[in-house]
Structure formats: structure tokens, C-alpha cells
């Protein structure tokens, strides 16, 4: 029977035992089944980003000018041309680097051919200080004369290496500013200007619709009917460091070197070996839409507009596709994630066995003969103390990686700041530039009525500063028109459609001076161009622009250079005032008018570092066609990847976020449009790993097991210490907060009722002392109204709260100071300030501060008695308590004084402002300071001496005797009379 009960004993033990092994284990093995899901989950969102991309790389390779700047980029890399020191120069003073060389050119005529087999139309290339020019000129090109060759290449190299001054690079070149100089006026030749050379010559061999590429880095499509084209695209690049040139280049392609059967068949091709491309013969069913498949993803897209428009262009159209389909391989995820399960549930299997036999030797033949009683007890303790461990020790594991997960969340809430931050400072660096147009009409008023020879022969930094730079278009009445540039001094033609539109305008306004020689022949000309005026006049200017002088107008998808314009109507003449004797205005569509003064912007709101995060952000200008015109800083590459961020951005007309990362190491895109904003944001935020935390992480194990050594080892004192330390640590608590130590706090382990009592204990003293703290630097009607409420901590912390503010102040108090003797003002502000704290507390008031000879007081809702009847009753008895003082004074022949209040209600932060261990005082913060502050310095103005703002107005309106003060113009204002006689009665 003896034996029986044994055996049942040590089966009931081995149960438990195996229980023990089993429960633990099959939680462990769950957290990395779930662990293995997420990561795969993680992994396959991964690849469908991929996805997403690949498919946006196959319709950008269907696009002529997207492909061609992605083969020249392509290029400059293979050719270090977009290495890091182009990115960021930085370079040996005094040194050519040799960056552009001889060898520029043939490198890259073989990597285009390499890349894609075409060549380009003529390509032109440019040391350092550009004093070496190389050019190469294909066989379409063979009309150019080697003289007219010579030219062009003086022209590219002049037009893309143009910077505000001249700096030398080669210290050996002494001769490098006369020889650039020099250059510069062979390319200008018989014109008048650099920029009219380039535009006639350009026109006269490639396209009458040639332009001035507006910024380096960017392909831009150019029409044409020469060259055997219908398409030129045209790239350039230049190196430089503030004004030194380190060399640039410049290429053009036409569309004859890629029609459209070669971007079909090229378009096939990608770099990701996981991808592959595919073209539809029936319509994409869902567009974007991502299909998942057992071994794939498959996103299906439409064709590109663009290609069907270009396909047209051609004598022998290609047969395009209906759709594009682009499939990613996710085979290996699958497999990989399916052998983890397996070796997982085989080394679930093997421990499950070797428990079961272990159980199994126990309950038959029980301890083996080498374990004593001694050892059985340590095992039997250690099994106690160990299995919560063993328990807890995975969740405890699993739980910091989700702490080390909340950087995630904590780098997407940075970035969003930063960015938000970078919106806000360029706003107003804009408005900075808005108020700037606004001078250059007052100096043109100035100078509008002078004679034609004298506007002509004016210095244009006469009208527009030298810096920022800005070019002002002036045309008057009587035909008088020219430009005022800031960087161009010496230019001083005007746009054609500046004076048509202005010739127009004034016309209609009936200002124009119609027997002017110059304006009848304008007039004639305006005729043709009526309808496109008359577009212009209505879509963009009599609603928008001139509606307010110098307001920016907002419509992007017109013309782009009027989608950016500012236009001023300039006073003048003898018709008296208000007669208007010309027309001004001035472009912003470029960069430059992002930013008020590019040399003072502050150039941290565009990158941002910390212990663990990094923050990089660009911001650019777009076009009517969505194309990156500009962007700051601008010595970012023109292929790095924030601005293919933005480009990308202004392309999909969209604004966009996407993180990626794991184990602490995060990395988040964020990219910013509005369809009625010309400004583009874009940024890349990433995060390294709090080392701390991942020490923790990775020590864990070792600590788990540490942390039950020691728990065995001290089993049996901390049985013991369990009840005698609580109990000796609250008498001695007790003792001290009975004596007054209120800072007392008792230290136990959370592991029982003691410490619920402790805890209890603790709270109350840290309750006490608070409470104590808080009288020290509050008063006691503050204390009575938010003590209860909050603690010092979080009146250590912003409150945002509707109040009302009361701001009075001695009217003459200067005169009074330097009047009479010091003494008497001491004693004249210490009655004074006593009968108006008397009159502020009485009505639930709270003195902010005492400045000087003003009184700064918060009312709060008291009940149902708002804040501004408070304030209103504490302004009439204030009013009360100076007459009774006066008459006090009067009585003992001294002299009166008189004050003034100001009343305001509004949201504020309120709380207490000081040293943690030193002085403290409480505080408000908000407008709604300045304008009680503002009402009360107008109240010199009016008889009542109390003034109002409007919301404390329609407050007390009902209850109150009010009236509107028309003298005071600052702001709108009302004087409080008295009270209502039926409220008083009532």
C-alpha cells in the first residue's frame, strides 16, 4: 500500500514537472511561430515596396526624357562624375581636381553606348575655371560648321559656368579671371548680352523654341523641327564650390536615337534580378493593385500617356501595349519561413521525449541513488524559483523588442515636426520676400515721373537691392519700359508680354498715353494678341493678383511664368492722387524667391541630428508640368537621392511616407505636395539603436539567469525579511512625517499587502510634501483653486486653459518717479498695489505679477461665474478702491494718481516657471497677455478708463453697461461703464 501511495506521489510530481517543461515550451515555441510570421509579413511588405518601385522604373523608361536622364546618370556614375566630392565639393585649395578632363567626353560617348547604344547630338565639356573646352559633334550634326562649332561651345561652356563672381580654382592658372572674361565676350559677339547670343545661335541651329536649361541635373524636352527631330533633350551639369568652377558639361539627344519600338524592347530590361517585366495585350483589370500569389507578387499599371503621344510623332508608329505587368519572386520568403517551422517543431519533439522519459524513470524507480535529501530540496526550491523565470523570461524578452519597436513611432513623429517645421520657416521667408515687391513700388513711384533718358540711364541697384537677387519689369504710360535686375545690372531689356499685358491693362484703365509713339505702335501689336491677353487678364489677374498688390497667384497649371507673377500699379503723374502712372511687376517662379536672403536662411531646418536619429530635408520649386525647377540646398546632387525624393513627389502629384527597418536601425520617407503649392517637400529620416536598450536586450539571458542564482541563494533571508523590515521601515516613516519630514519614503520589495500599504504610505507623504512645496510659491487663492486639481509637477507643466487677463497700470508713472521723492513713490505703490490686490482677490482673481507700477492678474471660471464677469466686478471695484485712495491722499495734500485697465479673455499656458530647488513663480503665457497689455495703454483714450476686447464684450454684454470705443484703433475695443441696473437687481 506504502509502495502504491509512493508511486502515486511521484507520478502526481512528475505530472507537474512535465507540466512545468510543457507550458513554457509551447509558449516559447508560439512567440517564435509569431516572430517567424511577422518577419515574413515584414519581408513580403518589403517586396511589394520593391514592387511599387520597379513598376514606376518601367513606366519612367517608357517616358523619352525620364529615359534619357537615367542613362546620363547612369553614366556619370560609371565615370565618377556623381561620386561623393561632386556631391559635396570638397577639394584641395588651389588644385585642379581634374574632375572634367580630355578623357570626359569619350567615357561618356562609350557608356551611352554601352548602356543603351545611342548616341547623343553634340555633347560639350569643360575643365576647371573652364579653361579647357572639349566637344564632340555626331554625324546628324554635320551642317555645323567648324567655326559655328567653336561658337556653341564658347556659349554652353559661358551660359552653364555663369556664377555672380568669379573665383579661381588652379592657383597656377594667374591669368584664369582675364581668360574666363575673355571667353565670355567671344561667346557674346556682336549682342548685347550672353544669354540673346546663346537664344539667336541655339535657334538658329537646333530649334526655334530653344530656352536656357533653367537648372543643372534635369533633362528638359525642347521641340524641334531640324536635326531630321521632332524632339530634342537636353542635360547639363556643373561642379562647382561657391563661385569656383570645377567643369560641367552638356548633351543633347534627339528622339531619332530612341524611337519607340527601342524603348519598348529596352524597357523590358531591369536591374532587380527578383523582377521581371512583361507587357499586356488586354487592359490592366486593376490598376496599382498588388496580387499576391503563391510564389509572387504581380502589380499590373497602364502605359504612360506620354508614350502614346510621342508613338504619334513618328513615320512608323510602334504597336504598344495595352497594359504593363511587373512580377517579383517571393518563393525563397516562403521557403525560408516553412524550414525555420520545421527545425522548430523537430526541436519541440526532441525535448517533449526527453521530459517523457525523464517523468517516466522518475515515477518508476523515483530520484536516482546520488541525489541526497539535501539535493532533492535544492532542486525542488530551484524548480520553484526557476520556473517563473523560465516563464516570464520570453514575455519579459519579447516585451523590450516592442520597447525597442517604438522608435518607429517616435522617428515618424520627429520627422513630421521637422517638416512641418520647415513649411513654417518658409512661409515666412516668403511673406519676408512679399513685403520686400513691396518697397521696390515705392522707390519705382519715386522715379516714375522722371524723363525716359534718365529711367534708361538709372542704376537698376537703384530700384532692387543687390541682394536677394530680383529682376522688376516697368513699363509707363507713355511707352517707357525697361527691366531692373539685381544681378544683371547692365540688362535692361523687357519681356515682350510684360508691356502687351501692360499696355493692356493701363488701356483699360484709360491711363495710356494713346499719341505716345511707342505705345501706338504697342498698340498695333496688342491686336494680335487679344485673345491670349484677354486670357490672362481674366484666368489670372483681375481675380487674383490685382485684386491685393503683391499677391501671389496660385493657379499651376497654366503658363509658368505667369503662375508665379506679382504685379504693382506705380502712382505718379500730374492727374492728381491715386492717378496711375505705370505698371511693375516681378517674377518668383525661381528659387531664389523661396528664400528671402539665401545667405542668412538658416540652413538647420533642413537637417537635424540627435543621439539617435537623423534628419535630412529638401525643399524644391515645380513647374506647370510638374518638373523640378530648383531646389535648396542646392548643393545637393542633382542625382541624390532626396531629390529624386522630390522629383518623384512632384511627379505623382502626391504626398507620401514609407519606413522600412528593423532592430532599432529605421529609416522613413516622407514626401510632401499640395496641387496649390509650387513647393515641393522631401526628407529621409533614420534611426540608429538605443545602445543601452540593446545591451539590455542582448544581456538578458545572462542576467534572467544571474537574477535566479541569486534569488535561489537568498531563498531563505527573504522568507525571513518579509515581514520584519516592512513593519521597522513604516514605524520609522511614520516617526519622520511626524516630526515633519514629509520627503520620507520607505523602500520594499513589491511582493505582498506590505506593499500595497507602502505604497499607500508613500503616496501620502509624496501628497504631503507637494502640497507643502506648492504654498511656497502659489497663493493661497491659486492654491485653492488649482491645488486640488493639480499637483506642483504638473504646474511645473504647461495648463492650456481659457482665462480672462487684467492689466492695469498708473498712468504718468515716469513723470510721478522723476516728480517726487523716492520714498513717496515706495509708499504711493505699496497702498496702491494693497487696495488693488484687495480689489483682485475679492472676485476670485490671482495676481500673475507685479511689474513696476502694473498689475497682471488671471481670472478662471469660477462655478457657473465665467472668468470675465470676475474680471469685469474686480476692474469696477479696482476703479472703487483708487477714488477711496485718491481721496485718502487728497485729504492728507498729496497728490492723486489715475490708472488705466485693460480686460482680455483668450487660451493660455499657465504654470510655474523657475528652479526646481530655487525660486519658482507662476506665470501665463499667450496673446492673450499682449492684447489685456495693448487695451490697457489705449485706455489713456477713453473716460471710463476700463477697456474690453470684443470676445470679453460679447461676454458681459447682457450683464454689463458696454460701449464701442471708436477712438481706439489699434484693435477693437469696448469701454465697461458699469453694471446693467436689471442685473444688478437681479
Known sequence: MLMHDDIRLRTAVGLAFFLLILLPMLFIAASFRRANEESLIQQLQQAENQLKLEAQSFQSDLITRQRVEKIIKQAERATGIAGATAEKARFTKGVDPQIFNSSTVPDLLANYRRLANVEPLFMVAYGADVRNIWSWYSADAEAITQPDRKHIDWLISSITSRQPAFARVDDSNADAEANYNQLCRKATGDESDLTQAYNRRMRRHFSDLIFLLPQQGTCYEIDTRKMGSNKLVSYYRTVTEGNKIYGGYHVTFTNQQFPPQKLLADALRTESASSTRHYLNHPPAKPGHVVVTKHSLQLETDVPAELTGYNSLFARPASLPAGLRVDHDV????????????????????????????????????????????????????????????????????????????????????????????????????????????????????????????????????????????????????????????????????????????????????????????????????????????????????????????????????????????????????????????????????????????????????????????????????????????????????????????????RKRASMEQQSGSDGRYRLIRQRFNVKDATVYAGISTSSPDLVLELVSRAFPLLLLIFSLLSLILFADALAALFINPVKGIGHGAAAIEAGDYSQRIEIENTDEFSLLVTSFNQMSSGLAQREKMRRFVSDNLYARLGSQLGLNELRSAQTSRVTMLAADIRGFTTLSEKYDPQQIVSLLNDYFTAMEAAINAYGGVIERFVGDAVMAVFYQAGETSGEVQAALAALAMRQQLAILNDERASRGLFIIENGIGIASGEAASGLVGSERGRMVFTVLGKVTRLAELLESQTKHVESRVLLCAETARVLSERFLLQYSEKVTVCKAYELIGIRPEAEHG
Not at 541526497?372 to 516563464?391: Q, S
Not at 519597436?405 to 519676408?432: I, K, N, T, V
Not at 505667369?562 to 503723374?573: A, D, E, N
Not at 540646398?633 to 525624393?645: G, H, T, V, Y
Request: with cysteine; proline share 4%; aromatic share 12%.
Open 331 to 650: 518563393s525563397c520568403l516562403y521557403l525560408a519561413a516553412a524550414s525555420f517551422n520545421r527545425l522548430l517543431n523537430q526541436a519541440q519533439q526532441s525535448i517533449m521525449l526527453i521530459s517523457f522519459a525523464a517523468i517516466c524513470f522518475f515515477i518508476l524507480f523515483g530520484f536516482p541513488a546520488f541525489l541526497r535529501l539535501r539535493r532533492r530540496m535544492l532542486l525542488a526550491v530551484g524548480l520553484a524559483v526557476l520556473t517563473p523565470y523560465i516563464v516570464l523570461g520570453p514575455v519579459a524578452l519579447r516585451l523590450l523588442n516592442r520597447i525597442e519597436s517604438l522608435g518607429r513611432f517616435e522617428l515618424r513623429a520627429e520627422s513630421r515636426s521637422l517638416m512641418f517645421r520647415l513649411q513654417s520657416y518658409h512661409d515666412d521667408q516668403r511673406q519676408q520676400y512679399l513685403l520686400q515687391t513691396l518697397k521696390f513700388k515705392k522707390r519705382l513711384a519715386e522715379i516714375a515721373d522722371l524723363p525716359a533718358r534718365e529711367i534708361y540711364e538709372l542704376h537698376a541697384h537703384n530700384v532692387v537691392p543687390a541682394s536677394p537677387p530680383a529682376v522688376l519689369y516697368f513699363f509707363r504710360n507713355d511707352g517707357v519700359g525697361r527691366s531692373f535686375r539685381a544681378a544683371t545690372p547692365e540688362v535692361k531689356s523687357i519681356q515682350r508680354v510684360e508691356w502687351l499685358f501692360s499696355v493692356k491693362y493701363l488701356d483699360n484703365l484709360g491711363v495710356l498715353d494713346r499719341d505716345a509713339p511707342e505705345v501706338r505702335k504697342k498698340l498695333k501689336m496688342t491686336t494680335f494678341a487679344d485673345g491670349l491677353i484677354d486670357t490672362i487678364r481674366q484666368e489670372y489677374f483681375d481675380h487674383k493678383a490685382l485684386q491685393y498688390e503683391a499677391n501671389e497667384t496660385y493657379d499651376l497649371g497654366k503658363i509658368n511664368e505667369f503662375s508665379r507673377m506679382i504685379w504693382f500699379l506705380v502712382p505718379g503723374g500730374n492727374s492728381g492722387p491715386g492717378s496711375v502712372r505705370a505698371m511693375a511687376s516681378t517674377n518668383i517662379s525661381s528659387l531664389r524667391s523661396l528664400i528671402y536672403n539665401p545667405n542668412e536662411f538658416d540652413r538647420r531646418v533642413f537637417s537635424n541630428s540627435s543621439a539617435q536619429m537623423q534628419h535630412e530635408f529638401i525643399m524644391g520649386r515645380r513647374g506647370h508640368d510638374d518638373q523640378i525647377l530648383q531646389w535648396w540646398p542646392a548643393q545637393i546632387s542633382p542625382d541624390a537621392e532626396l531629390k529624386e525624393l522630390l522629383a518623384e513627389a512632384s
